[in-house]
């Protein structure tokens, strides 16, 4: 058992986090504050590659995988941007590249990902509903047939980078799951040309005020009769699940490894504070009431790296990747959250004030313990399903 970094690895850690170390937390500061997309490290990445590292060589990427990936992920969040980092990832390099080349046609591939691969071209990705949340058989976005195209109907609710993206990948109804179709059957992934339909006043969006993550806005997106040709299908119609499980365990996967990058933030600022602040003639890190919380969000934080790094092997090796993907999303965002939460109590009354970027890691790591699956789901699916326990 080797649990050394690969070269590819490694390669990616120091090239990133050579580019990242120009953008200090300061810089991530104000893009939350000013609710603005980080464009001088998304256009810093694209050109170096950064962004293509999982698209196939043939298309303009860097043929790597998914711990690669995860890796840059993890150290953009260390440098200063903390697990929003995470959405840099997501939303075009893990939703858009890595589904349009597992599942995409040749001629998908030849269009899309070339440009991915440079952050020309941006995608999002629509799943969630109003009344359909963790519970993804029960939405009721549909898309019908009319001759070779789809013309779709219907409201997502939380879809990030709507403002952005080229592409939207639309997990719809096309049919009834059934004896027939199976479970699962009767779910369709559609690729929807986000401008032409925004031009065509079919597809409307609008923002979400919320408490974090500001650097993307989040935003309810209502569908009135997009007409989607045939030839923008990802898979097959009807079999969008086995699509949307290759969208998920990637997405738990990048999650997790941002969470972690932006606990090693968290834990390097609380450091650095109560390795300066005196208080009583000594500095507040020889207290072990100080210390020893920080040194127990060290040996969490490595656990949940561990985890992480092993959920992207297992997937990269074409092992099913499931359970470990949902035990490392499990563990990094208890980390990213307590190693916040840790920060905020060494900083004490000045982590209250937005001068410093404690309340803005703490905001962002709150939300990583419900989204992109909340923790007692991911309970309730290790219980049942790797320890075998009844349903709930």
Not at 28 to 40: F, I, M, Y
Not at 86 to 91: A, E, G, I, R, T
Not at 232 to 258: C, K, M, T
Not at 297 to 318: C, F, I, N, Q, S
Request: charged share 20%; net charge negative.
């Amino acid at each position: 058992m080797d649990f050394a970094l690969p070269e590819t690895a490694v390669a990616v850690r120091d090239g990133v986090g050579k580019l990242a170390a120009a953008y200090d937390v300061d810089y991530w500061t104000r893009c939350d504050a000013e609710h603005r997309w980080p464009e001088e490290v998304w256009a810093e990445l694209g050109a170096g590659g950064w962004l293509g590292l999982a698209i196939p060589e043939q298309y303009g990427g860097g043929g790597a995988g998914l711990l690669e990936l995860s890796i840059a992920c993890e150290t953009l969040a260390a440098s200063g941007a903390g697990s929003a980092a995470s959405f840099l990832y997501l939303l075009t390099p893990t939703f858009g590249a890595f589904t349009v080349t597992a599942h995409g046609t040749e001629q998908q591939k030849r269009d899309l990902l070339p440009g991915m691969a440079t952050g020309a071209i941006e995608t999002c990705f629509a799943l969630t509903e109003p009344d359909a949340g963790s519970n993804s058989f029960a939405i009721t976005t549909r898309a019908r047939r009319d001759g070779d195209d789809f013309v779709l109907r219907g409201q997502k609710i939380w879809i990030s980078g709507v403002q952005r993206a080229d592409w939207m990948l639309v997990v719809c109804r096309t049919g009834e799951p059934g004896a027939e179709l199976g479970r699962t059957g009767g779910f369709t992934v559609l690729l929807v040309d986000v401008p032409e339909a925004v031009a065509a006043g079919t597809l409307r969006y609008q923002p979400i005020p919320k408490m974090g993550t500001n650097t993307v806005p989040s935003n309810t997106v209502f569908f009135d009769d997009v007409r989607v040709p045939g030839d923008r299908v990802l898979g097959s119609v009807d079999q969008g699940f086995r699509v949307l499980w290759d969208i998920l365990n990637p997405e738990r996967i990048v999650a997790a490894a941002g969470a972690v990058g932006g606990a090693d933030l968290a834990l390097r600022l609380a450091c650095g504070y109560a390795r300066e602040r005196e208080v009583f003639g000594r500095p507040i890190g020889a207290n072990q009431a100080v210390a020893f919380p920080l040194a127990r969000v060290k040996a969490r934080t490595e656990l949940a790296r561990l985890m992480t790094y092993k959920a992207a092997w297992t997937h990269d090796a074409g092992l099913p990747s499931g359970d470990d993907a949902d035990i490392a999303k499990l563990a990094a965002a208890e980390a990213s959250w307590e190693a916040a939460d840790r920060a905020f109590q060494t900083y004490g009354g000045m982590a209250y004030s937005e001068e410093y970027p404690i309340a803005r890691l703490l905001r962002d790591a709150r939300v990583g313990t419900v989204i992109p699956i909340a923790e007692e789901l991911v309970l309730a699916h290790i219980a049942t399903a790797q320890l075998g326990l009844p349903r709930s």
